[in-house]
């Protein structure tokens, strides 16, 4: 079955309302890392095996960060699913053989949650490794 054109311009107008979102929204996330005192390291890092969404430190600590948007927190916090805990873990393994001044760090695997209306939630080790 094939879209009409408008069906897929519908459709491209949709992604790149979402794709919009999803940038304000780790924009966000990593203003109140800042505000916390974390350095933002990395936006957006692609890997082979994954993207990582923020890259933070702050002292000895680096943090690898979900950011979830969601219209509720509970949303937010079930949306982040095993499947997607392992190939976050496996993008930062990866990023770490690539950064060897880190190795030492502390390593987190966080999340922001980003609500409406609300200031970004930070849960430290929000993903379990």
Known sequence: MQRSRRGRRQASADRMARYRRGHAAEWLAAAALVAKGYRVLARRT????????????????????????????????????????????RAVDHWLARNAAYREHEIGLDAVLVLPWRWPVHIENALAR
């Open 46 to 89: 692609r890997t082979p095996v994954g993207e990582i969404d923020l890259i933070a430190v702050r002292g000895r600590r680096i943090a690898f960060i979900e950011v979830k948007r969601r219209s509720t927190r509970a949303d937010a916090e079930t949306s982040i699913g095993r499947n997607q805990t392992a190939r976050i873990s």
